[in-house]
């Protein structure tokens, strides 16, 4: 059983940094492109930032130069930091894992950015 579960989410004002962690279990983590999606209150899921080689990663324009997606094999985590938050970002943030033709998501956290 495939199981992804997000942590780090909460309220931080704009300008402010979250770091949202992923820990995976019964996945092939070290072969499965890992990635955040969000989803705003009435909006279609977005991909924020994916990742399979350290040096191979793709961000949505919004993000870049503020967010960095990081994954630990030997711990099976994939990270997203977030700086410069800004209200915009507010959203449920999901953690998911591809494997092949498999996709396994997380429950989501919320990241809220607010004054």
């Known amino acids: 059983q495939v199981q992804l579960v997000e942590s780090g989410g909460g309220l931080v004002q704009p300008g402010g940094s979250l770091r949202l962690s992923c820990t995976t279990s019964g996945l092939i983590f070290s072969d499965s492109t890992m990635a955040w999606y969000r989803q705003a209150a009435g909006k279609q899921r977005e991909l924020v930032a994916s990742?399979?080689?350290?040096?191979?990663?793709t961000y949505a324009d919004s993000v870049k130069d503020r967010f960095t997606i990081s994954r630990d094999n030997a711990k099976n985590t994939v990270s997203l930091q977030m700086n410069n938050l800004k209200p915009e970002d507010t959203a449920v943030y999901y953690c998911n894992g591809r494997y092949y033709g498999y996709n396994f998501w997380g429950q989501g956290t919320q990241v809220t950015v607010s004054s």
């Open positions: 990742i399979f080689r350290p040096s191979d990663t």
